[in-house]
């Protein structure tokens, strides 16, 4: 038995040599990117205005491709060239892979138990996988192009209408109920009309796409989060969700009794649509993951979300350049109407051979972005281009700024189609990371064949069928490019233009 004192004695001598081993290890600082001075409790969210991707671009210029933020007390790193894009999107996708979520994100997309935030696993997998190999594979995308025809062609009567009146058309509202109504169509089998509500779920979706793209200082610092009640922000948000829900539930008891041969079934079409899989995945199981109608609910409102708003900004934005570039302009009905002679229905053959048309929509969605910023969330520790990135950091991409470097790009503040043309150039099916309109990895757009293929049909359309001016009096230079805050930048204005002749 050793005597109490020696143990004693012992301890301490053995306490103050691990000590002494403690303090002499060498400290392995983490190197953090470059941060912007930050306040308390705020961190730097006062540092940003409302175009959040504009501010990130500023703050970049000083410190950098990679740079720290805090909003509130989280840390988020802003990433702004194609090379970082490239280290979070390929080479640690998989680290990646998870998306942020805030109180508000969870509420609107009914727990993530949709595809665009649901956590990376397998119930994930399952479900893109079904999105990519059921609701938008090439075939289905195909059959959906008859929707895409007849809606373009009700768009063209309606602007032939209002401009034999002389007025000049809405353009902004005209796309936004377009894709609407090819989304709808293809998610439901038909279109749903004032009655039925169908013009509300619209306004609900813009509702909530602002409510999900506005940072909002509650969420981020939790001593805050009872200005988000008091300002109404979460009233708003609970209101959306109730809503959403409400209209779904009412469409899909509908959906079910159209096919217990109920006599709504008259107004659907014969073929199959998104709500008819989704549906037959619920009652066979057969997939593996079992999909309840809260998941059938959150995919609808993926779809809805990630469909109407990002297709109808390409649009709005496209018919903005080409009406503020005339050269542009008449290059690409030259193109156009070369090729389709006196036809008047285009084909997706037709549209194969439009060059011009397709470096002008790559050129719009390079230079007005309709998701300017992509979210990710590190899932462990991580060294990102040199600088250590902690587990649970976020990660903003701006491929908004990415789209505009002059690292990457020619005159990135020209609108210039012609930067497409060349064989070698970009594409934007996030393997060149200077062009992320879609992502990139394993989260990239599983929706790009039927974006493009309703985008150029439209398109292709409007500039065969008509001559385009802009509102009487207005000069090209006024027509504004001011962009309005929510998760796609689409328009702050309505665009407003004249279709003087027709050719058909
Ligand atoms: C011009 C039109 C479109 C644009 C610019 C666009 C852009 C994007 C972007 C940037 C993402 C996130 C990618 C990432 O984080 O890396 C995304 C995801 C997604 N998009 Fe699209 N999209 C468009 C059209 C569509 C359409 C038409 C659909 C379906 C009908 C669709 C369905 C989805 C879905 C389900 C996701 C989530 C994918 C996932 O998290 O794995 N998108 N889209």
Known sequence: MLHPYLLSLIIS??????????????????????????LPILGNLHQLRPLVHRSFQSLGIKYGPIMLLHFGTKPVIIIQSAEAAMEIMKTHDLVFANKPHTYTVRRLFYNLKDISVAPYGEYWRKLK??????????????????????ETSLL???????????????????????TNDVICRSAFGRKHDEAEGGKKFLMLITELLQLVGTI??????????????????????EKVAKEVDCYLDRVIQEHMNEGMGSDETDKSESRENFLDILLKL???????VSIDLENIKAIIVDIFTAGTDTTSTVLEWAMTELLRHTIVMNYLQKEVREILKDKQSISGDDLEKMHYLKAVVKETLRYHIPIPLLAREASEDVKVMGYDVAAGTIII????????????????????????????????????????????????????????????LVLANLVQKFEWELPEGMKREDLDVMEQLGFTTHRKNPLFAEATHFYF
């Open 13 to 38: 001598l053995f306490s103050l040599y691990l000590f002494t081993k403690w303090l002499l290890k060498p400290r392995t600082k983490k190197k953090l990117p470059p941060s912007p001075p930050s």
């Open 129 to 150: 996988s079904i999105c990519v190999l059921q609701l938008l594979s090439n075939k289905m995308v195909q059959s959906f192009h008859f929707i895409m025809e007849e």
């Open 156 to 178: 063209i009567k309606k602007i032939k209408s209002c401009s034999s009146s002389g007025l000049s058309v809405n353009l902004s509202e005209l796309f936004m109920s377009l």
């Open 216 to 237: 909002s200082a509650g969420e981020f610092i939790p001593c805050l989060s009872w200005i988000n009640s008091v300002n109404g922000f979460y009233t708003r948000v």
């Open 282 to 288: 619920y009652k066979n199981n057969d997939t593996g």
């Open 397 to 456: 991409t701006n491929a908004w700024a990415i789209g505009r470097d002059p690292a990457s790009w020619d005159e990135p503040e020209m609108f210039k189609p012609e930067r497409f043309l060349n064989i070698s150039s970009k594409n934007f099916i996030g393997l060149d990371f200077e062009l992320l309109p879609f992502g990139a990895g394993r989260r990239r757009c599983p929706g790009i064949g039927f974006a493009m293929a309703n985008i150029e």
